[in-house]
């Protein structure tokens, strides 16, 4: 066995509560041995004048749309989709999708995020991509049904399945998988019919979008005179495990079927502001016992992947949402990038306590911003970047040491992102 120290640091227990202590860390199993006085270790990570927080969890990403930053904004969901990203995914190859994610995932590891849960195309290729990095992730190939024809439809579907089965357990473990229908719109009502069984067969969640846009509810409401997740839940899309993204547009209802079902919900809160989607009940999906995350949809629509920023927006929107000073106060921003993600996407992650995967950050507290000391949750919720980030950690291997990324050649990758970013546009405008 080989372990690792992280010494002289401050640590976030599960009970938000903060105090000194060592943590201590077999690497070959990538677990947390103990938390409290640590005598001796193989190797030391030094944390003084941090604080060691459990690493962020992204619940919900397209991580290779990074090479899509900047290129269309200040416009809603359909149009946006339509016109701009959807023509030019059409145009999409294996090596963007690489490139693409391993520009992502340097982002997140330089931002203290260990796990994302990724929805996209020629998902192999972001297996490697994950691989490589050393990071944790849920990974699912997105269905889409709407304009093929039903061979096409099928097969879509089927390799969906396949994607989930042939790769639960890559990259040593770290890599799990699910089934992704994209929404409850672009996915027929047949193939759920016909594909859902199968899936439940498997025992993979299920994990698609629902509720974004009201352009999302109307039709559900229209053709089959339920709302979108009664409509779900008829189809068999909302067991325990599974999980939605985004959930704006939930009325009382709803969140009822999400509680009762044990099928959590990934708030997305920039991604929702900048589309003018609206903005979730995150406080009442908490109140009804909801397994809530929090999620950066894609660099895109946000633009970065930097969740320091999300816990901030949660809080922020939240508030106004609720129309309550009190709602998603720190300690529960903090949760949703943590606990919440974690357990939504089905990880032993997002506490500091012995018998956890060893996935961690250590925030630098010694910034302006984060001066004075007075509730380092606060920090954590309102001040904090991901550029504090000072060390991370995933299955018990550091991928980031003293902001030098460890796994990955940042460098390389930001310059081969740049090309490949120019080159699918310019494919897609030939």
Same mark, same amino acid.
């Given at each position: 066995?080989?372990?690792?120290?992280?010494?002289?640091?401050?640590?976030?227990?599960?009970?938000?509560?903060?105090?000194?202590?060592?943590?201590?860390?077999?690497? +070959?199993?990538?677990?947390?041995?103990?938390?409290?006085?640590? +005598?001796?270790?193989?190797?030391?990570?030094?944390?003084?004048?941090?604080?060691?927080?459990?690493?962020?969890?992204?619940?919900?990403?397209?991580?290779?749309?990074?090479?899509?930053?900047?290129?269309?904004?200040?416009?809603?969901?359909?149009?946006?989709?339509?016109?701009?990203?959807?023509?030019?995914?059409?145009?999409?190859?294996?090596?963007?999708?690489?490139?693409?994610?391993?520009?992502?995932?340097?982002?997140?590891?330089?931002?203290? =995020?260990?796990?994302?849960?990724?929805?996209?195309? &020629?998902?192999?290729?972001?297996?490697?991509?994950?691989?490589?990095?050393?990071?944790?992730?849920?990974?699912?190939?997105?269905?889409? =049904?709407?304009?093929?024809?039903?061979?096409?439809?099928?097969?879509?579907?089927?390799?969906?399945?396949? &994607?989930?089965?042939?790769?639960?357990?890559?990259?040593?473990?770290?890599?799990?998988?699910?089934?992704?229908?994209?929404?409850?719109?672009?996915?027929?009502?047949?193939?759920?019919?016909?594909?859902?069984?199968?899936?439940?067969?498997?025992?993979?969640?299920?994990? &698609?979008?629902?509720?974004?846009? =009201?352009?999302?509810?109307?039709?559900?409401?229209?053709?089959?005179?339920?709302?979108?997740?009664?409509?779900?839940?008829?189809?068999?899309?909302?067991?325990?495990?599974?999980?939605?993204?985004?959930?704006?547009?939930?009325?009382?209802?709803?969140?009822?079927?999400?509680?009762?079902?044990?099928?959590?919900?990934?708030?997305?809160?920039?991604?929702?502001?900048?589309?003018?989607?609206?903005?979730?009940?995150?406080?009442?999906?908490?109140?009804?016992?909801?397994?809530?995350?929090?999620?950066?949809?894609?660099?895109?629509?946000?633009?970065?992947?930097?969740?320091?920023?999300?816990?901030? +927006?949660?809080?922020?929107?939240?508030?106004?949402?609720?129309?309550?000073?009190?709602?998603?106060?720190?300690?529960?921003?903090?949760?949703?990038?943590?606990?919440?993600?974690?357990?939504?996407?089905?990880?032993?992650?997002?506490?500091?306590?012995?018998?956890?995967?060893?996935?961690?950050?250590?925030?630098?507290?010694?910034?302006?911003?984060?001066?004075?000391?007075?509730?380092?949750?606060?920090?954590?919720?309102?001040?904090?970047?991901?550029?504090?980030?000072?060390?991370?950690?995933?299955?018990?291997?550091?991928?980031?040491?003293?902001?030098?990324?460890?796994?990955?050649?940042?460098?390389?990758?930001?310059?081969?992102?740049?090309?490949?970013?120019?080159?699918?546009?310019?494919?897609?405008?030939?």
């Amino acid at each position: 066995m080989t372990t690792l120290r992280i010494a002289d640091g401050q640590v976030l227990f599960p009970d938000m509560h903060v105090e000194p202590a060592d943590i201590l860390i077999d690497q +070959d199993a990538g677990e947390i041995l103990a938390v409290g006085d640590v +005598d001796a270790a193989d190797a030391t990570l030094d944390a003084d004048g941090g604080l060691v927080i459990p690493g962020l969890v992204n619940g919900h990403t397209h991580a290779a749309m990074t090479l899509l930053r900047g290129y269309a904004d200040d416009k809603p969901l359909d149009a946006w989709l339509r016109e701009d990203i959807w023509p030019v995914e059409a145009h999409l190859t294996a090596e963007d999708v690489r490139i693409g994610t391993e520009l992502a995932l340097v982002e997140m590891i330089e931002t203290g =995020t260990v796990a994302f849960a990724d929805m996209y195309f &020629f998902m192999p290729s972001v297996v490697e991509a994950v691989e490589a990095a050393g990071i944790r992730a849920r990974l699912g190939h997105g269905v889409i =049904t709407v304009g093929k024809d039903e061979a096409q439809a099928r097969e879509d579907f089927e390799a969906g399945i396949e &994607f989930a089965r042939a790769y639960d357990g890559a990259a040593d473990g770290r890599v799990s998988t699910m089934v992704t229908p994209h929404s409850l719109t672009t996915v027929g009502r047949d193939y759920y019919e016909a594909f859902v069984p199968e899936i439940r067969e498997t025992g993979f969640p299920i994990h &698609f979008h629902a509720n974004e846009t =009201t352009d999302e509810v109307e039709p559900i409401v229209d053709d089959y005179g339920v709302r979108p997740l009664a409509y779900a839940a008829e189809l068999g899309l909302t067991r325990a495990g599974d999980f939605i993204a985004h959930g704006v547009h939930l009325d009382r209802e709803e969140i009822e079927i999400l509680a009762e079902a044990g099928t959590g919900v990934v708030h997305c809160p920039a991604s929702n502001m900048k589309l003018a989607s609206g903005m979730a009940p995150v406080q009442a999906l908490l109140d009804a016992g909801v397994p809530v995350g929090l999620g950066t949809d894609g660099a895109a629509s946000n633009n970065d992947l930097d969740l320091f920023d999300e816990m901030r +927006d949660a809080a922020m929107i939240g508030k106004l949402a609720a129309d309550d000073a009190s709602a998603v106060d720190a300690a529960a921003a903090v949760r949703l990038a943590t606990a919440g993600g974690a357990d939504v996407l089905g990880l032993n992650a997002g506490r500091i306590r012995a018998g956890a995967n060893a996935d961690l950050a250590v925030v630098d507290l010694e910034a302006t911003h984060l001066t004075p000391h007075h509730d380092l949750v606060s920090h954590l919720a309102y001040a904090a970047r991901g550029s504090d980030v000072r060390h991370t950690i995933c299955d018990g291997r550091v991928l980031m040491r003293d902001r030098e990324v460890q796994t990955l050649d940042a460098v390389a990758i930001r310059e081969r992102a740049e090309a490949q970013a120019r080159d699918l546009v310019s494919r897609s405008d030939a």
